[in-house]
């Protein structure tokens, strides 16, 4: 959910949802561009207007970052191989900020989990391994 405001009409505030973004930060502006589905049945409010969107974020978010190179495509999903008793186990996870060489997992790790970092595609759970070292 989106408050806008306009300093067209400034004791006013239009709610929205937002529908896409450009997935894309303009490296000069530091802007996303942002499509906000407003209802609007009178047309006071025109398109591609400049607003003033005011967004509720969640309070608290907890996260891992793990490198991008832990990642593990499968059919039944995205998956990371975890050490657990001396063997792998391939646990389901969730994205949420790609950084290019690292990725933000917002859930399935807990920041105890020791992650294998360049797992073999052929990784399987139940696979014995051994740590040899923590990456920093």
Known sequence: MAALTLDEF????????????????????????????????????????????HLKLPSQTRSVIIPSNALLFRSEGLRVGV???GHAQLVPITIGVDYGDAVQVTSGLKSTDQVIASPSDSLISGTPVRATGTAQ
């Open 10 to 53: 400034p004791s006013e505030t239009f709610r929205g949802e937002i529908s896409r973004t450009s997935q894309s930060i303009d490296m000069a502006s530091r802007t996303l561009n942002t499509e906000i589905d407003v209802d609007n049945p009178t047309g006071r409010l025109l398109p591609g207007a400049y607003v003033h969107v």
């Open 83 to 85: 050490v657990r008793n």
